[in-house]
């Protein structure tokens, strides 16, 4: 990195931090800590709500998840906007008008203690485990593509959040959000032209997406069945729909941005907004990691992206082997040099779309993969408990060896600001929900600013499980995935709690319970045996839950008369 990289990327961040907790110091009261005395307009709402879900890991892991298989993932958010309305019509005016101060309070109201408790544990668990990547995702990858050490930037990551957040709470929260998000914006569209840029200058855009749909890159829509399959426009409809209604609806980390708007219909239209925004946003950062994919059939590429495996296989008696690998992978993008310029050419100035070229170009990508799946063998032969799912890697690398000066630093801020966005988030609604859903519902005697220290040290604390988490986290296949996993795995149950709790008044405290606690532990059995992809686990949950809480219910029902 240069100077004026550094300068870039400590102002941002700097300002940031400074700018938040300047700003929102001295909250007076838990109202004004939790929810931001219920001030926050509806852009601010909108913003902070898709800051929240835009962490640090969707501009690492969905652009690579493009370059590798292409636009398909783009399917998992189909059942944003219908989630977004139901929510904004159903959950909203409940929340408000309960004057709530977490989602899970309304559970004890309509059900009993027992419940709010175990919904409440259970997005804990999830959140602190969710949070804790958020903080680890930038890290690992940072780590090792500029060799800064892994833990220190676990822990100036988390300290840089906990500063704002302990200190104004929510509105800290939203307020940095907007701020973040700017940044974060502006970076991907800079880099986005920047790539366009980069091409040839025969090479349009029509003509590079065609390149791309050559190698099945803008297969954007899958109607299939197979329920292993993992992106579907079936499992994300209904998938994708049952996990976003959890996540939006259920999970505090979100529920506690749109409970500090001014109004039911101020909070209605940031969560609208969302849904509006949200599903092009990743198709644009789907799109970056596509043109990524185009780039480098006209400029080398490594054998392998994550430099620390490189590293370790150069070291070890394997390295002649990954070497000739290298050799081969050279020939190869040569070629494809070649054919990818005679294609352009022909596509271009003749109007011709040479089908024989175009069985070239996928060939030789095809010869180029296997030589990758050859080199992981040999990593994974060096040290066994490496990772060698190099997605993360790709887009980190383009921006690293591509970017000029400055710009690198400004990525690099986008980065660390979306860690920070979606952190802040995770810190707050975990401090908040341990404050009023554990602390103050068992200990109900203590004055107001009590429970604002409170939910402060609480923050302080998840602050440093979070930061504790990410420094024994080892790498999964690719982090978005990841994170999206430990959220199906829980959020259905939840969800079905909730939906119960809405639309079925039949059921009482104890069936719902038990329903709860046998579905979640049904979910966890249905994910260790993998016998359906992670998105209908949501499905499945809040099914199940719903399903056997009538049953219980019934037989309950049997018992008492």
């Given amino acids: ?89 159903t959950f909203i005016p409940i929340y408000h008008k309960l004057k709530v101060y977490t989602a899970y309070e309304y559970l004890e109201q309509r059900f009993d203690v027992k419940t709010r408790s175990l919904a409440a544990i259970l997005f804990l668990i999830q959140r602190g485990l969710g949070t804790g990547l958020t903080i ?212 271009k100035y003749n109007e011709f779309d040479n089908p024989t070229l175009k069985k070239q170009i996928v060939v030789l990508n095809q010869k180029e993969k296997e030589l990758r799946e050859d080199a992981k063998e040999l990593i994974s032969k060096v040290d066994s408990s490496s990772e060698t799912n190099d997605k993360d890697y790709v887009f980190l690398y383009f921006i690293i060896n591509y970017l000029p000066k400055g710009l690198l630093g400004l990525l690099l801020a986008v980065i660390f600001s979306a860690a920070m966005s979606s952190s802040a988030s995770g810190l707050n609604s975990l401090a908040a929900t341990t404050t009023i859903d554990i602390y103050k519902r068992n200990n109900d005697t203590k004055s107001d600013k009590h429970y604002v220290y409170a939910t402060q040290f609480f923050t302080l604390f998840w602050g440093l499980v979070a930061i504790g988490f990410a420094c024994i986290s080892s790498l999964f296949e690719n982090l978005i995935q990841l994170v999206n996993i430990i959220g199906s795995i829980f959020y259905g149950t939840v969800l079905g709690i909730f939906l119960v709790g809405f639309y079925i008044k039949y059921v009482k405290g104890k069936a719902i319970f038990i329903a709860a606690c046998v579905s979640q532990l049904t979910i966890f059995f249905i994910f260790y045996l993998d016998i359906v992809s992670f998105l209908w686990l949501n499905f499945i949950g809040a099914l199940l839950t719903i399903i056997l809480s009538l049953s219980i219910q019934k037989i309950l029902n049997k018992q008492n008369t």
């Avoid at 974060?184 to 025969?202: A, C």
Wanted: charged residues 10%; without cysteine.
């Fill in 1 to 89: 990195m240069e100077y004026l990289d550094w300068i870039v990327l400590s102002s941002t961040l700097l300002f940031i931090v400074i700018y938040g907790a300047y700003k929102t110091k001295g909250s007076a009261n838990v109202k004004d800590y939790i929810l931001d005395n219920n001030e926050t307009p509806w852009h601010t709402v909108g913003i902070s709500v898709m800051a929240t879900q835009a962490s640090a890991i969707t501009f690492l892991s969905t652009p690579g998840q493009a370059y590798h298989d292409g636009m398909g993932f783009v399917q998992f958010y189909f059942g944003l906007p219908l989630a977004m309305v139901v929510i904004a019509y």
């Fill in 136 to 347: 680890y995702a930038p890290s690992i990858i940072l780590s090792a593509l500029l060799g800064w050490n892994l833990t220190l930037l676990n822990v100036v990551i988390g300290l840089l959040v906990i500063v704002y957040t302990v200190t104004g709470g929510t509105k800290a929260v939203n307020m940095t959000q907007k701020q973040q998000m700017f940044v974060i914006i502006s970076g991907m569209f800079i880099t986005f032209f920047l790539i366009l840029n980069y091409l040839p200058p025969e090479l349009d855009f029509t003509t590079a997406l065609h390149i791309a749909g050559a190698n099945g890159k803008m297969n954007i829509l899958d109607f299939s069945y197979n329920p292993e399959t993992r992106y579907t426009f079936w499992s994300g409809i209904t998938g994708g729909f049952f996990l976003m209604l959890s996540y939006f609806g259920t999970d505090q980390s979100q529920v506690g941005r749109y409970l500090s708007g001014k109004s039911i219909k101020e909070s209605q239209m940031g969560l609208i907004m969302n849904g509006f925004l949200k599903v092009p946003m990743q198709f644009f950062i789907l799109l970056t990691g596509v043109l990524v994919f185009v780039f480098f059939q006209f400029n080398s590429t490594p054998l392998h992206f994550n430099p620390t495996n490189v590293t370790k296989i150069n070291n070890s008696e394997y390295k002649e082997s990954y070497q000739a690998l290298e050799k081969k992978l050279e020939v190869i993008n040569e070629e494809k040099k070649v054919v990818n310029q005679i294609y352009i050419e022909q596509f």
